[in-house]
C-alpha cells in the first residue's frame, strides 16, 4: 500500500466553522491532490500540488484553499464549512502527474451538520 | 471539456456470471485510461490501465481494451466472484495534463 496518511478520518462540525483535513505522505512524491466524492459524481478534484508551495485549482475549488510547506504534507482547508461540504475526502498522490498511476488513501469522512 | 460516462448501476449478478461495464469518454486529445476499484470503507485502487489507442489493460482477471474509434473502454470478467463486490470507477487522463477525470462509479454486488 502506497505510504499515505489522512487525518482525521471522521469529523463532525458546525456550519461556519473552519475545517483543516490533513494527508500526510511517506513516498516523496511530487504531487498531491484532494478529491471529494458524492453519490452520482464519482469523484471531483478540489485542488492538487506539483511542489512544494505550488497549487492549482481543480474543478470544484470554491470554498476551500490549500497548503503544501513540506513535500509530505498536502493541507485542505474549509474556511467556513457549509452543509453542501458534507461529503468524503480522499487525498491521493503521483510521482509523474496524473498519465501515471495515482494512490488513494483511505479517505475522510467529513459531516456538517 | 473531457468526460467519462459510465453505465448506471447498481448492478447485481450471481457468482461466475459474465461481467461488463460500459465506459465511454470524450476528449480533446489522446487520453490515458483507468479503471479504479474501491472496496467499502477503502479508498480507491488503480484496476487497470491502458496508454494507447488497442492497448489491452489486465489484471485479476479483469479486462478492459481502449477503442479509440468507439471512444470505449468497457471492463470486463469472465466469470465474478462474491469478493468482486465493490464500487468501480472509470477515468481519465490527457496527455500532459495534470488532472484524472472520473465517471460516476458503478455499485456491483455478487450474490453467492
Known amino acids: 500500500d502506497a505510504g499515505i496518511t489522512q487525518s482525521p478520518r471522521h469529523k463532525v462540525t458546525e456550519t461556519g466553522t473552519p475545517v483543516t483535513l490533513r494527508c500526510h505522505q511517506t513516498?516523496?512524491?511530487?504531487?498531491m491532490y484532494w478529491y471529494r466524492q458524492d453519490p452520482g459524481h464519482g469523484l471531483r478534484l478540489i485542488h492538487y500540488?506539483?511542489?512544494?508551495?505550488d497549487t492549482d485549482k481543480g474543478e470544484v475549488s470554491d470554498g476551500y484553499s490549500v497548503s503544501r510547506s513540506k513535500t509530505e504534507d498536502f493541507l485542505l482547508t474549509l474556511e467556513s464549512a457549509t452543509s453542501s461540504q458534507t461529503s468524503v475526502y480522499f487525498c491521493?498522490?503521483?510521482?509523474w502527474g496524473m498519465g501515471n498511476t495515482i494512490y488513494f488513501g483511505e479517505g475522510s469522512w467529513l459531516t456538517v451538520v | 471539456g473531457d468526460s467519462v460516462t459510465q453505465m448506471e448501476g447498481p448492478v447485481t449478478l450471481s457468482e461466475e456470471a459474465f461481467l461488463t461495464i460500459n465506459c465511454t469518454y470524450t476528449?480533446?486529445?489522446?487520453?490515458?485510461l483507468f479503471w479504479y476499484v474501491q472496496y467499502p470503507g477503502e479508498g480507491l485502487q488503480l484496476l487497470l490501465k491502458?496508454?494507447?489507442?488497442?492497448d489491452k489493460g489486465s489484471n485479476k482477471g479483469f479486462e478492459a481494451t481502449y477503442r479509440k474509434e468507439t471512444t470505449s473502454f468497457h471492463l470486463e470478467k469472465g466469470s465474478v466472484q462474491v469478493s468482486d463486490s465493490a464500487v468501480y470507477f472509470c477515468?481519465?487522463?490527457?496527455?500532459?495534463?495534470?488532472?484524472?477525470?472520473f465517471g460516476q462509479g458503478t455499485r456491483l454486488t455478487i450474490n453467492p
Open positions: 491502458a496508454t494507447k489507442a488497442d
Open positions: 477515468a481519465l487522463s490527457e496527455e500532459g495534463a495534470q488532472k484524472l477525470v
Open positions: 491521493a498522490i503521483s510521482e
Open positions: 476528449a480533446t486529445g489522446y487520453p490515458s
Open positions: 500540488s506539483y511542489g512544494v508551495k
Open positions: 513516498e516523496n512524491h511530487r504531487y
